[in-house]
């Protein structure tokens, strides 16, 4: 067993064999460009086209309305800025929530000073919005919807499905960052009745800086980068098809293995949580509930228990995240914790577990002791 123990795959994923394997040759040998009408070029052009109908087939989308970008973050920008200038003379109000992800609130921050005006939406204490929230906010002049599929800290699953069918009534574009969803549980864009989707690759064991957006057919979005005609000109520049690659051999996986990883995931994350709870003794809090939550992410709070320092004592046998890795090392408490109302105590003493399709029982065993012996000795010092 490798040590540390990685328990934040919310972070980001290792990359599977097999999708190593897929990518290889597109550096080693296939180096031609897509564009170009020779056999070179043909072959490469070929095999984007083979991942585009990959990632669409784990989405249930059509393979035309899958681009590829550099990530979640892209994606995100992609079709929240995208939508709003296209749509600007329809109106300038958009709706999201107070626990998206920052490549979301910071896209509407950028948007409130070009003159949209921005309502975020409050959530429960478990993070979840309410969809008669949404319907309330709608208005004649709102232009997007942005509701996250499932949050990055919490892992609470938003009910998307109630909500795209809020939107569809208004005739208003919803798009959902879909980045910690995608590969864990069920996303059908269809059954969700999402406009626009965001999927990150690193999230679900492709490389980091490759992601894809779903733009629904019919739905015109502008552009975030201008140049040649690349990905039907809306995402322009000479294609990364090594990682394109990568990401359609990592969608198939999930989409073959589902049912395995989902389980694994999900009963290693139960391992985690029953053990801990068995070996400290009080004062364990869930930031989520779990009957609507992701498979593999606990977020728990240990009472009495600064994050940090128990991550510091630990760091060298078990790796996880003292809220959400993009904030790491940051003392605030989360914006998304916040918007909980989670109390200043809670909130110090909240860390993030992820479990992943290559988590073992061993290594949870390992982290249940490691992190329970930590958390008593901490209770001990109070
Ligand atoms: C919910 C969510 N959205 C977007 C992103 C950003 O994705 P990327 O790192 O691929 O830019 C992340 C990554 O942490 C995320 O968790």
Known sequence: ????????????????????????????????????????????????????MQVA????????????????????????????????????????????????????????????????????????????????ALRPDTVLLTIMHANNETGTIQPIKEIGEIAKKHGVLFHSDAA??????????????????????????????IGALYIRRGVTIENLIFGAGQESGQRPGTENVPFIVALGKACELAKENFEISNRQMFQMRQRLLEGLKEKIQSGI?????????????????????????????????????TGSACHAGSAEVSPVLRAMNTDRKTAAGTVRFSTGKFTTTEEIDYAVEVISTAVNQLHNLI
């Open 180 to 209: 910690q969803s995608v590969g864990k549980i069920k996303v059908d864009v269809n059954e969700r009745g999402v406009d626009l989707l965001s999927i990150a690759g690193h999230k679900l064991y492709a490389p980091k800086g």
């Open 1 to 52: 067993m490798e040590k540390p123990i990685y328990l934040d795959y919310n972070a980001t994923t290792p990359v599977s064999p097999e999708v190593v394997e897929e990518m290889l040759p597109y550096i080693h040998s296939h180096f031609g460009n897509p564009s170009s009408s020779y056999a070179f070029g043909r072959h490469n052009k070929e095999a984007i086209e083979n991942a585009r």
């Open 285 to 321: 809090k869930l930031n989520a509930d779990l009957n609507n939550c992701l498979p593999n992410t606990l977020s728990i709070a240990f009472e009495g228990v600064e994050a940090h320092t128990l991550a510091s004592i630990v760091n060298e046998q078990v790796s996880f995240s």
């Open 57 to 136: 087939n784990l989405i249930g989308s059509l393979p035309e309305e899958i681009i590829f970008t550099s990530g979640g973050t892209e994606s995100n920008n992609h079709s929240i800025r995208g939508s709003a200038f296209a749509n600007a003379q329809n109106g300038k109000h958009i709706v999201t929530s107070a626990v998206e992800h920052p490549a979301v609130t910071e896209v509407c921050r950028y948007l409130e000073k070009q003159g949209f005006e921005i309502t975020s939406l409050p959530v429960d204490s478990f993070g979840r919005v309410n969809p008669a929230d949404v319907e309330k």
